[in-house]
């Protein structure tokens, strides 16, 4: 009988030996609680000044075309010397061309979203977001991962304005670790105008793949 015994001892230690491999093992594959919120890619766009801007381009382009037009009429009067004149319009040519090339460089940056955002908040708990006193290009707002909607008010040079989103989600683990999807499902604004195009598909918007363009 006494065998017997020792190898039920034995064989009740590799036992617990074993049910503690697979709680470590369990425990290893466990995900992580931290959360990866979805988040809104948006590029906001002064409207106004690029409309001014571009105005003052077309007038310029008018402008320079009524000069051409001029110098080659004067080339043509073989009475009188015109050099004075043409070399005049010339370089009032000269300087309007400058001019609009400053413009130019102005409205390239306006078209690339480049703004001074002073705050964007959300009423719904959302942590502030408080952007660098540089400007940017594209900022990453975080939607609300337990609701189907985030609503901001967005502080832009000077002049407050709204911006809601919403979103359908879903719950995934990568790499051990839980991340929440938003798929958009609109993104409006009484202030802004609001535009966008889905990257992934044309029903599927999935929000962290998506810039949102928001013209003021």
Same mark, same amino acid.
């Given at each position: 009988?006494?065998?017997?015994?020792?190898? /039920?001892?034995?064989?009740?230690?590799?036992?617990? &030996?074993?049910?503690?491999?697979?709680?470590?093992?369990?425990?290893?594959?466990?995900?992580?609680?931290?959360?990866?919120?979805?988040?809104?890619?948006?590029?906001?766009?002064?409207?106004?000044?690029?409309? @001014? &801007?571009?105005?003052?381009?077309?007038?310029?382009?008018?402008?320079? #075309?009524?000069?051409?037009?001029?110098?080659?009429?004067?080339? &043509?009067? %073989?009475?009188?010397?015109?050099?004075?004149?043409?070399?005049?319009?010339?370089?009032? #040519?000269?300087?309007?061309?400058?001019?609009?090339?400053?413009?130019?460089?102005?409205?390239?940056?306006?078209?690339?979203?480049?703004?001074?955002? =002073?705050?964007? /908040?959300?009423? $719904?708990?959302?942590?502030?977001?408080?952007?660098?006193?540089? %400007? $940017?290009?594209? =900022?990453?707002?975080? &939607?609300?991962?337990?609701?189907?909607?985030? +609503? =901001? +008010?967005?502080?832009?040079?000077? @002049?407050?304005?709204?911006?809601?989103?919403?979103?359908?989600?879903?719950?995934?683990?990568?790499?051990?670790?839980?991340?929440?999807?938003? =798929?958009?499902?609109? *993104?409006? %604004?009484?202030?802004? +105008?609001?535009?966008?195009?889905?990257?992934?598909?044309?029903?599927?918007?999935? %929000?962290? +793949?998506?810039? *949102?363009?928001?013209?003021?």
């Amino acid at each position: 009988m006494r065998p017997v015994i020792k190898m /039920s001892l034995k064989f009740s230690a590799f036992l617990s &030996l074993c049910v503690l491999i697979v709680a470590l093992s369990c425990e290893d594959t466990e995900p992580e609680i931290d959360n990866i919120d979805p988040f809104l890619n948006i590029v906001f766009i002064n409207g106004d000044s690029l409309d @001014q &801007l571009n105005a003052l381009i077309e007038e310029i382009d008018l402008t320079v #075309k009524d000069i051409d037009d001029t110098i080659a009429i004067l080339a &043509l009067d %073989s009475v009188i010397d015109r050099t004075e004149t043409i070399d005049s319009l010339n370089e009032e #040519k000269a300087a309007l061309n400058t001019t609009k090339s400053a413009f130019n460089l102005t409205v390239t940056d306006i078209e690339s979203g480049s703004v001074r955002v =002073f705050g964007i /908040s959300s009423p $719904a708990g959302i942590n502030p977001i408080i952007p660098s006193p540089d %400007s $940017a290009e594209i =900022f990453r707002i975080p &939607l609300n991962p337990a609701e189907d909607i985030s +609503e =901001f +008010e967005i502080s832009l040079e000077g @002049q407050q304005y709204d911006l809601k989103a919403t979103y359908e989600r879903n719950t995934v683990v990568e790499q051990r670790t839980v991340i929440v999807e938003a =798929f958009l499902t609109d *993104v409006i %604004s009484e202030s802004l +105008e609001i535009t966008y195009i889905c990257q992934d598909s044309s029903t599927t918007c999935t %929000s962290n +793949e998506t810039t *949102v363009t928001a013209r003021f």
